[in-house]
């Protein structure tokens, strides 16, 4: 019985812990404000090399998702691929971006990449080049996404291929939605649909 009592103030302590901060599939911001900064201020390039100004999708909803070709995850390009063309005219954009700092799981050239999307999944959402989204040599754009600083309750390191940002008309990161999470899960459709229907601020 003493061993009992004793252990009763370490298992509640221990639910403490998991109670106050449990895993999210979906973190996601209910202000609508307008963003000071926004990932929307970065120029990238696509997958022919050439550059592409993220401030040119202002106005639309936009969902950035870390890819790989060779991931459990990567079944997620079918629905990511519908919604985008369910969804396109009303102003949605996904955009692919290409990483390897997984298990290696995005080995392949550029061109590589774009013949596995187009052959596999029938890939019509922008795709970018190939980058790195973790560690020494992590790109501008997941620095941002990354940091604290810049991403508030946004931030945090990747942790897995087909992680994804929802960024609304304004520019503003809404959501986060974890590698694990389908793009076209309830929640998710919920939240799309809930930033296609918001106008963007004048």
């Given at each position: 019985?003493?061993?009992?009592?004793?252990?009763?103030?370490?298992?509640?302590?221990?639910?403490?812990?998991?109670?106050?901060?449990?895993?999210?599939?979906?973190?996601?911001?209910?202000?609508?404000?307008?963003a000071d900064?926004?990932?929307?201020?970065?120029?990238?390039?696509?997958?022919?090399?050439k550059?592409?100004?993220?401030?040119d999708?202002?106005?639309?909803v936009?969902?950035?998702?870390?890819?790989?070709?060779?991931?459990?995850?990567?079944?997620?390009?079918?629905?990511?691929?519908?919604?985008?063309?369910?969804?396109?005219?009303?102003?949605l954009?996904?955009?692919?971006?290409?990483?390897?700092?997984?298990?290696?799981?995005?080995?392949?050239?550029?061109?590589?990449?774009?013949?596995?999307?187009?052959?596999?999944?029938?890939?019509?959402?922008?795709?970018?080049?190939?980058?790195?989204?973790?560690?020494?040599?992590?790109?501008?754009?997941?620095?941002?996404?990354?940091?604290p600083?810049?991403?508030?309750?946004f931030?945090?390191?990747?942790?897995?291929?087909?992680?994804?940002?929802?960024?609304?008309?304004?520019?503003?990161?809404?959501?986060?939605?974890?590698?694990?999470?389908?793009?076209?899960?309830?929640n998710?459709?919920?939240?799309?649909?809930?930033?296609?229907?918001?106008?963007?601020?004048?």
């Amino acid at each position: 019985m003493s061993k009992l009592i004793l252990l009763l103030p370490v298992m509640a302590l221990t639910f403490a812990v998991f109670a106050k901060d449990p895993p999210k599939e979906i973190l996601t911001d209910p202000t609508d404000k307008p963003a000071d900064s926004t990932p929307l201020q970065f120029t990238v390039k696509d997958l022919d090399g050439k550059d592409v100004n993220l401030a040119d999708f202002k106005g639309k909803v936009v969902l950035i998702v870390n890819v790989a070709s060779k991931c459990g995850n990567t079944p997620q390009y079918k629905p990511l691929e519908e919604m985008y063309e369910k969804y396109k005219d009303q102003g949605l954009v996904i955009i692919g971006f290409p990483a390897n700092n997984f298990g290696a799981q995005e080995p392949g050239t550029n061109q590589q990449i774009r013949e596995f999307c187009d052959a596999t999944y029938h890939v019509a959402f922008p795709m970018m080049s190939k980058i790195s989204v973790k560690g020494d040599d992590k790109t501008a754009l997941y620095k941002y996404l990354t940091d604290p600083q810049t991403n508030g309750r946004f931030a945090g390191e990747i942790e897995w291929n087909f992680t994804k940002f929802l960024v609304d008309r304004n520019g503003a990161v809404i959501a986060r939605i974890a590698h694990r999470t389908k793009p076209d899960s309830p929640n998710v459709i919920a939240e799309i649909e809930k930033a296609l229907a918001a106008p963007a601020a004048k």
